[in-house]
Structures are given as C-alpha cells and as structure tokens.
C-alpha cells in the first residue's frame, strides 16, 4: 500500500505540460499510421492491359524512325523537315538537371516512339469501323465512344499509344464552323493552319523534351474555333498509352480566333507496367483579340507501386500565348499520376488587358515526384495573371512547386496574384516552394502567399467523432484543402477529380 | 448507460486514470470537476476514443457494449458525442457538408435512409432556428474563422443535428465570456431529455449555475474522490480544490495507518 502512494505522489508531480507534450507525441504517431493507411495504398483502377494487335517503330531514335512516323502518317514535307529539324536540334541538346527530382538516366535508344492499333489502310473513317476492343477499352475507362451514351456536352478524341481512334461530335461542330480533329488530319486537310501556328508559341528548339516531342510527335488533338464563336460544347481529349516501353508524344494546338471561347479538358491513364514510360507532350494555345480558352487537365497516368517500381515519366511543355487585346487564356490542372511530373502550364501575356490564370492540385504519394508550377510573362498594358497552386504531399513523395512571375518593361499596371499552399501527410514528404520574381516595370504590382500544413489527428479525429471514416475523412480535408482549385474544373471534370482523390462530391446545396 | 469500471489510463507511459468508476444513466446530467492535470479531460476523451491514450486496466460498457472495443467513428454512429474543448477547423469543407455526411453515415448505421441535399439543409434550418443559430454559419467552412462563442455554438448545433445518448461537453465553458456561456448553456439546457445522458466536464462551478447537474464527480490526481449532488459544486466554490485534495490526503493517509 505505502508504495502505492508514493507513486501516486511521484507522479502527481508530472505538470500538466508534460502530459500535454506526451499526448502531442502519441497523437503525431497516430496520424502518420491513419492517413497513410487511408490514402497510400489506393489501387491504380485503370492498370489493365488491352490485347490487341499493333503497329511499332523498332525500339531506338535515329532520322530513319523520325522517317518512319512521318512515313506512316503520310505527311508532307514540310512537316518531315520540320520534325527532322527538331530531331538535329534535340541530339545537341542535354536534359536538364534543375527540375528537383531524381531518376536514373533514361535510355532515349530503348524506347519506341510509335505504336499504332493494326487498322484499315487509311484508319478508321467512323466509328464502325474501330475495333470493338478499343471501343471497349474506352468504355471500361468510363470514356463511352458511341455519341448517344457520352455526356451530351462533351465530344472526345480518343488517342490511343500513338494515333487518334475516334473523335466524336464532329459534324456537330462543323455546323460552328469549329474544328476538332487529331493532329495528323489536321496536317492533312488544315495545312495552312497547321503551318501557321504549330511551333509559334513552343518552337521546335524550346527545351529538350519539347524538341524531342517536334521530332518524334504522334498524335493529340486539334481545335479551331472561329472569330465569334462560342463553343457549345466541351472538348476533350482521353489519352492512353497501352503498349510497354512506347513513349507517348502528343501535340495539341487550339486557336480561339477574335472573340471566340473554347473549353477544353484532357485525361489520362495508362498501364501498370514494372519499366517506366516516358510521356512528352506539347501543348499550344493561341488566344487573338477578346478570345477565351479554358483548358484542364486530370493526369493520372500510373504512378508506380508503392514501392516506386514503374509509372509514367511526365515532360510536359504547355503554354498558350493571349495574343490579342481582353483574350485570356485559364490553366487547370488536377496532377495525381505520374512517377515523376514536370509541366508547367504557361501563359504569354502580349495583348493588352489579357488575363492569365493557372490552378493546380498535385498530389503525390508513395515515391512520386513532382515538379510543377507555372509561367506568366506580362507584356502588355494592364495584364492581370492568377496563381493558385495546391500540393498535397505523403509517403515519401517529394512536391515542388515552381513559378516565374515576370513582367516586362511596357507592361504597364501589370497584376499578379500568387498563392502556394502546400498539405503534408506524415513526415517523410517533402513540400518545396521555388517562386520566382522579375519585375521591370514600376507600376506593377505582384503579391505571394504560402502556407504549409500538415494533416491533423485532430482534424481526423474530429471527423471520426461525427461518425465519418478515418479514409472518408481524410478524403474530406484533402477535397476542401483543393476545393478552390476543383471549382475552376468544369463539372464533368470536378466530379471525376474528387473521385480520384477518393472523395465524394460535395452537393451544390450547402 | 455507461458503466465505468476501474478504469486505468496511461499515455507515453505515464498514468493519468488510476481507477475510475462511474454509472450513468439515461436521463442524467452528471458534471465532473477537477483542476488543471486531475485527467477529466482524458476521461472525456478516452470516453470517445482518441486512441492516443493506452487503457491498461478496466472497463467501459456502454449500453451493454464493450465502448473500449468500438473505433471511435463507430462510437459516434452508436451515439456517443463529444463537444471539443477546441473544436477543429477543416478549411475549404462547409459545415452544412460535414455534418451531413456525419448524419447520413448515423442514419445508415441504424438502417435508415440517407438525406438527400435539400432535405438535409430543410432539417439543419430548424435546429440553426431551434438554438437561436443564423443560418449563414452553415455555409461557412467548418470552424475556420469562427470566434470562440461561434465555435462553441457549432458544437451544440452539431449535437443537435445528430442527436446522440451520450454526449460529453470537454470544458465547453473555456474562453466564454458570460453571454456566450448563457447562450450555449441555454443550448444544452433545450437537448437535454429523459433519453439522454449528458457529461459536463469542467473546471469552473460558473457552468454548473446555468446547467444544473444531477450529480457532481470531483476527480483528483486520477481518481474521483468524491460524489454528490449539486451541492457539492457550491462546497467546492467555497473550500477550492487545495482544500478537498487536503481532505483527500488526508483520509489517504488514515487509510494506510488502518491498513
């Protein structure tokens, strides 16, 4: 008995703080266990394989397989010289070494740069004649091809590995005026505008992915919208790499001519495969007087096991140029998938009052990495840019963001607002910020914010009290921590992002 | 409702609960008060399940459950609440959202069906009413900006909207100036029902003028050392707790000469 009283006394000397430090201690252990279990071992829905007959190039990169795709898409050659241009260019280039991610090497000579589904001599003319397997790959990836059973208000393309399969509502949009095709139609039967604006605003020698992306580039969509019109409906692109060791090489170019508006979403998956694939894309957007172009994205190319054996090597280049006076071009970009992601999303402000915005989620688990961030380059008088970046970060992921904010010396009044908020979930993540400022002009004004936060057990248990699930509620504080990101998303869109992030949709009401 | 059996309670190592009991029934208001450290919190909180706390010895049962047993959101659906000390702020979720996805996730735990947006926001409208709440606090995030009353109030708002058995308030009068107390006391006072049992937690007797308890539990380095009605709140006022943990010492040490 006495020498329980002596410890009941010993230990009533523990102050208070003590205990609140141990309880501190004992919560940040829980969370750590709580949200990884909730969110890291989420499965990749979208890994399947499709078994279907396919075209290559023989693995490797030399003039002959730059050659061979332009041979297979029977192009002009115009375009061969200037993808041979870009091919010379790229061999004097090195890859860059700033970007704040690491992988190994990648060998350029073991890839394929092509892959095509074996079709029709001249592809297929309409949608009866593609392959009812590919047809059923889109349907499993919840991309219905046949036009009465897709959302009313959204056409698609279709690419799959290294050409487009489909492309729906065409005719429809003919009616406009509006094209919306793939890429190597649009070389074909829109060769003026193709020669015109392709590479106006990332030329063939921009960087070293981009370069490689001119040579070597397959398929992805084209859009033109005429002065005056207002797109009806949304535009899409599903792209999808199935075959192993290809690379993907999209090029996408949208013109909105004066006064025109067009809003246009891009999704992705792809396999889960043990190698990595590399995936370099191009994307062009050119906005002339009062014209407007919405453009988002959901990425979610496999990511890699949780091991960070596989995924997707993403290099992207996106830029779009507000050419004309009042155009404005917005950026959105959902970024889940990937192993490593380096893309970022860029608007030249040259017209007068023109508008640029870019609004991210990047979320990196397990070993991803990402790298991204955007460019907004004031030119012109009164131009006003918007940043909003949100990165989620858990596992052992590392997330960057990285911005330029540079207004030139006549751009007078120019505006920036940039806010970085950045979401860790444990503690062996890594958040970065890299902003970058150049100002020459005086009458300008350009603001920063960041934050950086972590996850609480509070707010978990917080959730867990009100009878809601540790994985519903981790769903839930990531979905309001990225909410003012998804309402930019068109609501299509919004939906399938949130379900990415295992979240259900918050209702319209409340 | 709730039987609490020598209940023993450590975290990181160090003993905060040393054999606790306690009987509520359906109905009753009980009040448990303590100073700083004496572990009310930790009861309160061990009560809804924050697993950051190591039970070592004892038992809870509730309504003839094994509570100790139960994941804390399964408490909540089983209705167990817990108004927060300092209840979480979860920027960019509305609280209309949050609480309706708590509500449904109840209702689908008993079996019933799931409210839809409209009914749901139809619902909450005449709790917000009911508790004197304007409407405008549903559309803004959970907790995030609210000031110190506002949080407190969105707590009973919460209890109101899931209408639990047990609900314990974790020091709800902490940082409450004498007109937010009121209102929220006022709040409690309208939820309380012969089908409910309610835990007030506190440090300060002040609550217990506004919502009088059945019975009062002192806990002291652990353990309740005493137990009465609502008397025993006022005695406390009057001899303060340096005066009770005199007594209790000093009844401790008589206790080990008779042994």
Redesign the interface.
């Known amino acids: 008995m006495g020498n329980i009283l002596e410890r009941d006394q010993q230990q009533a000397e523990i102050s208070s703080e003590e205990v609140e430090k141990k309880i501190h201690k004992a919560k940040k252990k829980v969370t750590e266990k709580d949200t990884l279990e909730a969110l890291g071992n989420r499965e990749y829905k979208w890994g399947f394989f499709t078994d279907i007959e396919q075209e290559y190039a023989s693995p490797g990169l030399n003039e002959d397989v730059v050659r061979f795709i332009s041979m297979k898409k029977k192009e002009p050659e115009w375009m061969l010289e200037w993808r041979l241009k870009a091919f010379r260019n790229w061999q004097k280039m090195t890859e860059p070494t700033w970007v704040n991610v690491e992988y190994p090497p990648i060998d350029y000579q073991s890839q394929r740069y092509y892959a095509a589904p074996k079709s029709k001599e001249d592809g297929p003319k309409s949608l009866d004649e593609v392959d009812p397997e590919l047809l059923r790959t889109y349907e499993k990836l919840g991309i219905p091809l046949e036009e009465q059973k897709i959302l009313s208000g959204v056409a698609v393309d279709a690419v799959f590995d290294s050409v487009s399969v489909a492309t729906t509502f065409k005719e429809k949009l003919a009616e406009y005026g509006i094209i919306f095709c793939s890429m190597s139609e649009a070389v074909h039967n829109h060769p003026d505008l193709v020669k015109k604006y392709l590479g106006s605003i990332v030329p063939y020698n921009d960087n070293y992915f981009a370069a490689l992306n001119s040579a070597v580039f397959s398929d992805g969509s084209f859009v033109y919208v005429p002065k005056g019109v207002r797109c009806p409906m949304e535009l899409s692109t599903y792209f999808r790499i199935n075959s192993e060791n290809t690379g993907q090489f999209e090029r996408t170019l949208i013109v909105a001519e004066e006064g025109a508006y067009v809003s246009y979403l891009e999704g992705c998956t792809a396999p889960k495969r043990d190698t990595h694939q590399l995936h370099a894309a191009v994307v062009e957007l050119i906005a002339l007087d009062d014209a407007q172009i919405k453009y988002s994205t959901v990425q979610n190319w496999y990511p890699g096991d949780k091991d960070g054996k596989g995924g997707i090597y993403n290099f992207v280049t996106k830029r779009g140029k507000c050419a004309g006076v009042n155009s404005k071009i917005s950026w959105t970009q959902v970024e889940t998938g990937s192993a490593i992601t380096w893309k970022y999303p860029s608007v030249i402000l040259q017209g007068d009052n023109s508008v640029g915005e870019f609004y991210s989620v990047a979320l990196t688990m397990n070993h991803q990495q990402a790298d991204t961030g955007t460019k907004m380059v004031h030119l012109g008088k009164n131009t006003k840019s918007t940043i909003v970046a949100k990165g989620i970060a858990g596992g052992v992921s590392q997330n960057s963001y990285r911005g330029l904010v540079k207004v030139m010396k006549n751009a007078e009044n120019a505006r920036n607002f940039s806010q970085c908020d950045s979401l860790l979930l444990g503690d062996r993540c890594g958040a970065h910020t890299f902003p970058y400022i150049e100002v020459k002009n005086t009458s300008s004004q350009v603001e920063h914010e960041a934050t950086t936060s972590k996850i609480g057990e509070d707010q978990i248990f917080y959730c867990n009290q009100r009878g809601i699930s540790t994985e519903d509620a981790v769903s839930i504080i990531v979905n309001g921590f990225a909410k003012e990101v998804f309402k930019e998303l068109p609501m299509e869109f919004a939906v399938e992002a949130q379900k990415l992030l295992g979240v259900s949709l918050e209702g319209s009401v409340g | 409702m709730l039987e609490i059996k020598n209940l023993h309670v450590e975290?990181?190592?160090?003993?905060?609960l040393?054999g606790v009991n306690l009987n509520i029934k359906a109905g009753e208001v009980h009040a448990i008060m303590g100073p700083?450290?004496s572990g009310k919190s930790t009861l309160a909180q061990v009560i809804?399940?924050?697993?950051?706390?190591d039970v070592t010895n004892g038992e809870i049962s509730y309504l003839g459950k094994d509570l100790l047993d139960m994941?804390?959101?399964e408490r909540?659906?089983e209705g167990v609440?817990?108004a927060?000390q300092?209840?979480?702020?979860?920027?960019?979720?509305?609280n209309?959202?949050?609480?309706?996805?708590?509500?449904n996730?109840?209702r689908k735990?008993h079996g019933l069906e799931t409210l839809d947006?409209?009914d749901?926001?139809k619902f909450i409208k005449e709790k917000a009413k009911l508790l004197d709440i304007e409407p405008d606090m549903?559309?803004r995030?959970v907790n995030e900006g609210f000031s110190g009353g506002e949080k407190k109030r969105n707590e009973i708002l919460?209890m109101a909207v899931?209408e639990p058995k047990l609900a314990i308030m974790d020091e709800t009068d902490s940082g409450l100036d004498i007109d937010a107390l009121r209102i929220v006391a006022d709040g409690v006072n309208r939820l309380r029902n012969e089908d409910r049992a309610i835990i007030i937690v506190t440090h300060y007797q002040r609550l217990l003028n506004y919502i009088v308890p059945d019975y009062i539990h002192i806990l002291l380095?652990?353990k309740i050392v005493k137990s009465g009605d609502k008397q025993l709140a006022f005695e406390l006022e009057e001899k303060g707790y340096d005066q009770i943990k005199a007594d209790y010492s000093s009844i401790?040490t008589k206790l080990?000469e008779t042994?």
Request: proline share 5%; no cysteine.
């Open positions: 975290v990181e190592g160090t003993e905060i040393k700083n450290g809804s399940g924050r697993d950051v706390y994941e804390p959101d909540a659906r609440f817990m927060f300092y209840p979480v702020e979860i920027p960019g979720v509305t209309s959202y949050f609480l309706k996805t708590g509500l996730e109840i735990h947006a409209a749901f926001l549903l559309n995030s919460q899931l380095n652990g401790k080990e042994v």
